[in-house]
């Protein structure tokens, strides 16, 4: 509608101004060229007009034929470059599918038809590795180099290369490149802080960590897990107490619960003769994290205290955290400690019924033995022998990894926050309170054995009095059985000690 307006308005106005132009009565004289002319004014005027809009039309015309040889060109440029994106496509889906010949074949076609070397660049890389043409392929990774639309990818490929072929070095060259190039790029992260676990530079690693942190390369929870881990795994290379103590520290205050940085920060403390210090740092730590590391150096704060200081203590310390496990031992440490036998058991209960660990046997024998005699404790004893030993690392007290070990326990803490896998065996079954209740009832002993007994302890008095040896009656290892029920500096989840007492109870049996 708006385009017949537009024609209708256009007719109209041509009408007029030819009419006014043949309405005008006056005559236009005048001297050109050497030329004299004389005519009407309208049909001078309208000439001219026309002419004028003749030359505008001419001059479109020829600008457009001259155009045709750019335009053919373009166009031919335009299906040259449709045709190389297409292959380009094409081969990009061969690679994908893992068609290296297809590959290959698309790559050719893309630069013969693609001005732009960059774009088929990656496809010819991907199609010589799927070949197994390793030199083409570094070499195209090496030209991506070159252009910084391509720098990083070519950067990638290089490093995927010297990680198959174990030239580490150039690896890490690759990666650190790379990382610098962009640090928000989260291979380019997980490449160097690999790097970084694997040679051991708990330093460099944790500084990367940093990097990434600020770049958003790395959650924050797992960035300061991690650093937290890699300034414990330093303090623990270092031969400087006072530098081990500074970044143990530091590590404590981003994770507040980290076992390994708390046990050397509160060795070091012990060390020193801060007893308060080393005894706070567990304390923080136990509330964030019960683990038996802890526990044991906490016992060894106040090994030379009365028993009733070191109870206290122990139930203090059972407060910070009292849903573990970890603080029912401690709980029934303190009552053996008191000689309450009876608490030591209603604790005792239902750790050994949910998690049958040694530490936990091992304090039911003391109060088995506090409550009916030697005899029996030696059940106990062979239950701590023989149950499952706690998997958790520096769970005898102490974190003498390895390097590996170190890298292993980073990964774990920074990806989880724990110190290490979940084991892949169930758990045992423990106890119920009847079996409890049942191996914990007093020893019945028969008269016949009780009157075997009697006579054997008077004939054995009688060879010493005489000084003559009997074989019927062997001498008692007392020494060895009393060591069994003596808690000289008895740490909670000594194995070592669970299986040692329970091999002298057997003997004794």
């Known amino acids: 509608m708006i385009r017949i307006l537009i024609f209708l308005l256009g007719a109209v106005f041509f009408a007029f101004v030819i009419t006014y132009l043949a309405t005008l009565d006056h005559r236009i004289t005048g001297e050109a060229f050497g030329y004299q002319f004389d005519g009407p004014s309208g049909l001078i005027l309208g000439g001219v007009v026309f002419l004028f809009l003749a030359a505008i039309y001419l001059t479109h015309k020829i600008k457009d034929i001259a155009a045709i040889p750019a335009k053919i060109r373009a166009k031919d440029a335009q299906t040259r470059r449709e045709r190389g994106i297409a292959a380009l496509t094409r081969g990009l889906e061969a690679a994908a599918a893992g068609d290296g010949e297809d590959a290959a ?99 460099e690693t944790r500084n990367a960590v940093e990097h990434a942190k600020r770049n958003n390369a790395v959650e924050a929870a797992r960035a300061d897990r991690a650093r937290a881990a890699l300034l414990t795994a330093d303090a623990y290379a270092l031969g400087d107490q006072h530098a081990a103590l500074a970044e143990a520290e530091a590590a404590l205050k981003i994770a507040h619960g980290f076992t390994p940085a708390a046990v050397l920060a509160a060795r070091i403390a012990m060390d020193e003769g801060k007893t308060g210090k080393a005894a706070h740092i567990i304390e923080n730590a136990f509330s964030e994290t019960a683990h038996p590391a802890l526990i044991k150096l906490y016992d060894r ?37 008191t000689e309450d036998w009876s608490e030591a058991v209603d604790v005792l209960e239902p750790v050994i019924a949910r998690h049958p660990m040694p530490a936990a046997y091992s304090l039911m024998a003391k109060a088995a033995q506090g409550l009916h005699g030697e005899h029996a404790a030696q059940i106990w004893l062979e239950h701590a022998a023989n149950a499952p030993r706690d998997p958790r690392p520096g769970a005898e007290g102490e974190f003498h990894l390895t390097r590996e070990g170190w890298a292993r326990l980073i990964r774990e803490y920074m990806d989880y926050g724990r110190l290490s896998p979940p084991p892949i065996e169930e758990a045992a079954i423990g106890m119920s309170p009847e079996e409890v209740r049942l191996l914990l009832a007093s020893p019945v002993v028969d008269e016949p054995e009780a009157a075997e007994a009697e006579d054997a302890e008077a004939t054995a008095e009688a060879g010493e009095e005489n000084d003559v040896p009997t074989s019927e009656t062997p001498p008692k290892d007392t020494e060895s059985v009393a060591a069994s029920g003596e808690d000289g500096d008895d740490h909670i989840h000594d194995d070592e000690e669970a299986d040692r007492a329970a091999n002298a109870a057997r003997s004794t049996s």
Do not use: C, I
């Open 105 to 203: 074949h698309h790559a050719r076609v893309a630069r013969r038809n693609l001005d732009d070397v960059a774009l088929t660049r990656l496809l010819t890389a991907q199609a010589a590795q799927l070949s197994g043409d390793a030199s083409t392929a570094k070499a195209s990774f090496s030209e991506m180099l070159a252009a910084p639309e391509t720098e990083f990818l070519g950067l990638k490929g290089l490093y995927a290369q010297a990680m198959a072929a174990g030239e580490t070095e150039k690896a890490k060259g690759y990666a650190e490149r790379a990382f610098r190039l962009r640090p928000n790029a989260a291979w380019a992260f997980q490449s160097v802080f690999d790097l970084g676990l694997e040679r051991g530079a708990w330093g």
């Open 301 to 337: 704060l106040y090994k030379e205290d009365s028993p009733d200081k070191r109870a206290r203590k122990l139930k203090k310390l059972a407060e910070k955290n009292p849903d573990a496990d970890e603080a029912a031992l401690l709980t029934a440490r303190a009552a053996t400690l």
